[in-house]
């Protein structure tokens, strides 16, 4: 996954998950001061079940934070199913 410049269009292959987030997901810090690796989290997300990728999405990041998030954080999956 790779970020976008406003105005910009994707196609979304069948498969294919577009994800939008807030910057409390992309300024989530580690109780050593690591960056959640939100890159490296999304390139390895399945999108065929979107409720599911999100919840682990979530999961991952609170677990790397170690604690309640101090941001609010906002996580959006638009899928386009596999055919």
Known sequence: ???AEPGVAAALGPGDGLLLYTDG???ARGTDG???PLAERCAAMDC????????????SMLQ???HPL???AAL???????R
């Open 76 to 82: 959006l999956l638009l899928t386009r199913p596999a």
């Open 34 to 36: 690591g960056q959640y």
């Open 64 to 66: 790397h934070v170690g």
């Open 48 to 59: 065929r079940d979107p409720g599911a990728a999100l919840d682990s999405l979530r999961t």
């Open 25 to 27: 997901v992309s300024e």
């Open 1 to 3: 996954m790779r970020g």
């Open 70 to 72: 101090d941001d609010d």
